[in-house]
């Protein structure tokens, strides 16, 4: 929802605040709602229904993330994710959406709830993801993120729009490392998109060119969940919304809307915390996630070396207009007439070319850095999956 | 320890390996190794005393954080301050260090101990201190990360280079909304420089003039503890380093090094994890930082306003300019010869002038949207303490 040019916008965000009113549920997850006005809008719509309320504020135009909830907010904390795609990649904008994790803590009947919601950075050509690097240094931050902050909880939910898809190595990963269960593959019942697909040709604001490989649509967005200490959680149903809102001509959103019926039981015995997949399969995943973290170091690498090198050349440049300037002045080079455009364009051009480069190289250092950091953590969490009995 | 610019700066990391060497301490936690080959030729000589060590890599230089320890370090996280300066303050640089707090989670005896090493921004001017917002944010980023997940640790350590005074609004807020208790003032027996004073006037690497009003020095870096669950830390011993290194005619460091001996016990009950300070005391400490924190959101505001009417301006500058070559070209000013220099030499200003405005309307966009949010969590703290019982 971008105002101003997301098509049909205020009318699709009141169509959600009508929605969400009618259905009444105890808790709504919301991504890229970008504008804090119209999160305003939806909170002076839903206070009767949803009292309590959390916009994560994050990046230029935000995180684009909010929480609706009938029940207290204990307690909030955002994460923000170390890399998020490349500032000059205008087009995309991920960059400028601060893309975060926002952590909101509710108690229900006494259960302690750590409630996470997300917004991944978007895959623009899966035959050529140049994101791929970034989107599993995000995806296994969340998993850490997760593990080391819900350890006193004793329910974990996760929901939000993680752009990829369920077979994909950084799903695979947070699942694995955090043990946290898919919602539409435990759920009882299903009703909505076919394979529970999230983004589908049948709405009217999706790109059908991207889906042309995918004629049932791509599942990208999740409910996941797991009970540490002695509770137990089933999904009893799980829906989407399937194109079109009822009655309308257009649908909520480009995404469809999943919707969730948890039961959660108190168990007798309290079973320990585990990871979700067998660990020797875990242990292949992070390998699998490392090697394209490794991947994408190397593209950085890369990428710092050729805007350091640019930096380098823009300034030798200048140097030599400096001394080709200086020569003019004292008056080596008297009697020929002095190209004054050409030479302070060429000089614009350099001062131009060295900034932006520079800015680049800072940047892509910093890329560098956080993708060393992130294969590091993932070697060492092969250490530990190895040393374990 | 910054290569090539600080002073003697080689010795002295040789002094402080040679130092941690000889004292075999438990664990060391360094700040301000902002070089990763010193980190490298630390690990390499002290391998045999510390077998297991991280570095916390993050910004353009790395965050200068890094661990030694003879236990085995089960997991790492790290967290960076959202907040931390202005990249267009160049002669103080803490935006270029990616100011973090990094966290490793190590076991002794069946024991799980979450330590904490960070380094906040600097205060570079007492009476006008205008990165006081900032530092706030980040202590408040700091109580919350601690908070969030330490849930399952026994002890809690947090040492490192606060750069707040024992007195000030931001520790009273750390160790208020942590329960973390301050070695130094806890501690049975203490030898070191008067006060704890950790950056003193007798030591030839501090700044004389910046100590003028504090004639003992300032104590600045800190070790603080906890214990959550069934356990009991007391603090035995506290030592600092007093200026030059034994044998030496230069310290270690500008800053004194402090070394704490700590005495963890089982208890026989467990306590419930509570605050540090009684309840209404903090929520008026809460409030004194939200007040702070309000202070510096205007002026960033402020700051977002000016420098969006600087782009706007230039944009315009612009704009006239394109409409006046444009009626050269067309030979509505025949005959006039046109200014080429002066000409270039505004629209290359003008350019400049635009990039860098709107590079620091975005940036000030940033900070605003931080410190709005910073200050909506502390109002949602002060609901929370004031709802209690």
New interface residues.
């Given amino acids: 929802a971008i105002r101003y040019l997301s098509k049909r916008h205020q009318e699709r965000v009141q169509l959600i605040g009508d929605m969400l009113l009618q259905e009444d549920f105890d808790l709504v997850l919301l991504q890229e709602v970008w504008s804090e006005r119209d999160y305003s809008n939806l909170k002076a719509k839903l206070g009767g229904c949803y009292p309590f309320s959390h916009y994560?504020?994050?990046?230029?135009i935000?995180s684009g993330l909010c929480v609706f909830s009938r029940f207290a907010?204990?307690?909030?904390?955002?994460?923000?994710y170390?890399l998020n795609g490349y500032p000059y990649m205008l087009q995309h904008g991920d960059w400028?959406c601060?893309k975060s994790i926002g952590?909101i803590i509710i108690k229900i009947s006494g259960i302690v709830f750590n409630i996470y919601v997300t917004h991944l950075h978007a895959e623009y050509c899966r035959e050529k993801d140049a994101y791929l690097p970034h989107r599993l240094v995000q995806a296994w931050e969340l998993a850490?993120?997760i593990?080391?902050?819900s350890?006193?909880a004793d329910v974990v939910l996760l929901g939000g729009d993680l752009n990829m898809h369920p077979e994909d190595v950084g799903i695979r990963l947070l699942r694995g490392w955090t043990g946290l269960r898919d919602a539409f593959t435990e759920a009882m019942h299903f009703e909505g998109c076919e394979d529970g697909c999230t983004l589908i040709p049948n709405n009217c604001f999706t790109v059908k060119t991207e889906l042309l490989p995918f004629p049932l649509g791509i599942r990208i967005d999740y409910i996941l969940y797991k009970a540490v200490s002695s509770f137990m959680v089933k999904c009893e149903e799980l829906k989407t919304t399937t194109g079109t809102a009822p009655g309308m001509d257009i649908p909520f959103s480009d995404h469809e809307a999943v919707m969730a019926t948890l039961h959660i039981r108190r168990q007798g015995q309290a079973v320990g915390a585990n990871l979700g997949t067998a660990e020797p399969m875990l242990a292949d995943v992070v390998t699998e996630a490392r090697t394209e973290v490794g991947v994408g170091l190397r593209a950085a690498q890369r990428q710092r070396y050729s805007t350091g090198r640019m930096a380098v050349l823009a300034l030798l440049l200048l140097l030599l207009q400096a001394v080709a300037a200086l020569g003019v002045l004292t008056g080596l080079a008297a009697g020929k007439p002095f190209p004054?455009?050409s030479f302070?364009?060429l000089a614009?051009l350099a001062?131009?070319v060295l900034?932006l480069a520079t800015g680049l190289h800072?940047f892509h250092?910093?890329e560098v850095?956080?993708l060393?950091?992130t294969e590091?953590?993932m070697r060492?969490a092969l250490r530990?999956l190895q040393e374990r009995p």
Same sequence: chains 1, 2.
């Fill in positions: 994560f504020r994050s990046g230029v935000g907010i204990l307690d909030t904390l955002l994460y923000q170390s400028f601060g952590l850490q993120f593990r080391h902050t350890k006193a004054t455009l302070s364009l614009f001062i131009v900034l800072l250092t910093i850095k956080m060393q950091g590091e953590q060492m530990v």
